[in-house]
């Protein structure tokens, strides 16, 4: 068996490492680049109930270390996905697992009731944390008794893996996650960007649209690796971590502070191979380890 094989819940994964959602759209856009089938999981870009055109432009913005995004969940909508991507994905990826996004419960509800008529969805992730939208999005993760009736929610609709993602731009996110484990989540994601701002020094303006956006890439690694080492020891629920991961490097980092599973983000505009590049580097560094499994990596900082 390979030594990157996991599992979650009742769900395999060929490796631990996916690719993150809203950076790889819904997996056919890659395919040309990337062989799909050696990405641990699709995580899809955000589906909403209805078709959204996202946020205004200007809603990206490169910086030195990262990148500035509010685009604003911008999808298909969930009747568009079922007919248009989910076939293909279905045919092509490992494992596939529907990122849902939504304004209200009731939004987010009657997403997962559509999907739940379709086969071949493991799982889904709910995005209770993007800070690009004025309605939903934060609101879900930044109390825990709205986490908890949100993940209860869809807990009740579903035998699929629910897995909520949750926001850096809290005090103590290790609090949110234990209140979507008591909640029924088969699994915690984390983190999702972290609210950031540009200015213009010509035109004086703000460099986003909507002033203030969600800030991804190398520079918050190191937030990414603290919250999810506070998660790891707040909740026992497998934790998939992501921030910032570029290199295989990176992401047995997160896995030596106690990650099950990461995903790669924004390294997926600059080389969409990064997830099966990381997969293979980590196998090498199993191997030179003498390390049987991924999971005799897992939470093996020393202090």
């Not at 999981?41 to 990262?66: D, F, H, M, W, Y």
């Not at 690009?132 to 709205?146: D, M, R």
Request: hydrophobic share 45%; glycine share 10%.
């Amino acid at each position: 068996m390979s030594p990157l094989r996991i599992q979650i819940g009742r769900v395999e994964f060929p490796t631990p490492v996916f690719v993150a959602s809203g950076t790889f759209g819904y997996g056919q856009e890659a395919a040309d680049l990337v062989d799909l089938r050696g990405i641990g999981a699709i995580v899809t870009k955000s589906i909403g109930a209805t078709p959204r055109l996202g946020n205004p432009q200007p809603r990206l913005c490169e910086t030195p270390a990262g990148l500035l995004n509010s685009i604003g969940l911008q999808n298909v909508g969930v009747h568009s996905f079922v007919a248009e991507k989910l076939p293909y994905l279905r045919a092509h990826a490992n494992v596939i697992i529907v990122n849902v996004a939504g304004r209200t419960l009731e939004e987010y509800q009657e997403v997962v009731t559509v999907l739940e008529q379709q086969e071949g969805i493991a799982g889904y992730e709910l995005n209770f944390s993007c800070p690009n939208v004025k309605e939903g999005g934060l609101e879900f993760s930044q109390k825990p008794e709205v986490t908890a009736a949100a993940t209860a929610a869809i807990r009740r609709l579903t035998q699929r893996l629910v897995i909520p993602k949750l926001t850096p731009n809290v005090t103590r996110v290790s609090e949110i996650a234990r209140a979507a484990e008591a909640a029924g989540a088969d699994a915690i994601s984390l983190i999702n960007t972290v609210t950031g701002m540009a200015v213009d020094l010509e035109t004086w303006r703000p460099r986003l649209n909507t002033v203030v956006g969600g800030y991804s890439g190398p520079a918050i690694k190191p937030i990414a690796l603290a919250k999810v080492y506070e998660t790891v020891n707040a909740v026992r629920l497998p934790v998939i971590g992501m921030g910032g991961i570029r290199t295989w490097q990176d992401a047995a980092e997160f896995f030596l502070v106690g990650a099950t599973a990461v995903q790669i983000g924004t390294a997926n505009f600059v080389d969409p191979r990064t997830a099966v590049q990381v997969a293979e580097g980590l196998q090498r560094y199993l191997a030179a380890k003498s390390l049987g499994s991924i999971a005799e990596l897992r939470g093996r900082l020393q202090r």
